[in-house]
């Protein structure tokens, strides 16, 4: 499996195909992020905006390999797994935007309340935006995972499906998306911060069902 891992980064990196949606979680972070906010509207902004670019991230992965090379991918090592490594591949990227976004929250957000009522503990804060951005991320894996192949091999169906599912996942009342991000914006509000584990707990079920649906299918149309 690290040997397919290393095979689909190895392909994601060549492609280049990366860099639009890195390009627009920057200019996301560059509008919502700035110096002098309060951290915890920035950690939500930085967390909400993750959703959509992994989503993204994925389709690149899953439709990156030539259709030939796909074949003889899925032959060697089954095209289950092969799915599989082009997903994690993506939930990598992701998380790693997670982290560095975070970072750049910590640095340039303000420790404060909304209004500087009360300061805010950065640690703390930090890690409450970190497990928020994981959960989006982990969220925007599983809408990428059912909106594009092998459940929807049409681009046409399958990048406006992409779109429309992580804003409805990002703003659908019981999503653990929303649950996180109105947590740091009500924090913010507060000064009170936890991190969200049960809506961590809630992502990361929700990705490895649908991740596991995407192989099989990957797994019985190949």
Known sequence: MIALLGYQAALLLRSHRWLPPLLLYGASMGVGVQGGQPVLDCAGWAAATLLPVTAWLVRVCVT??????????????????????????????????????????????????????????????????????????????????????????????????????????????????????????????TGVVSVPWPSLAAAGALAAGAVSVACAFASRRT
């Open 64 to 189: 990156n390999e030539p259709a030939a090379a796909r074949d003889c991918s899925a032959a060697a090592a089954g095209p289950g797994r092969v799915h599989l490594a082009a997903i994690g591949v993506a939930l990598g990227a992701a998380l790693l935007l997670a982290a560095a976004g975070s970072a750049v929250v910590a640095a340039v957000g303000d420790p404060h309340t909304a209004g500087r009522r009360a300061a805010v503990a950065l640690g703390p804060a930090t890690a409450a935006g970190l497990a928020a951005a994981v959960v989006c991320a982990l969220l925007g894996t599983a809408v990428g995972a059912l909106c594009n192949r092998p459940l929807l091999r049409s681009t046409a169906w399958a990048v406006p499906s992409t779109v429309l599912a992580a804003f409805l996942v990002l703003f659908a009342g019981a999503s653990p998306a929303r649950a996180v991000v109105t947590g740091l914006v009500t924090g913010s509000r």
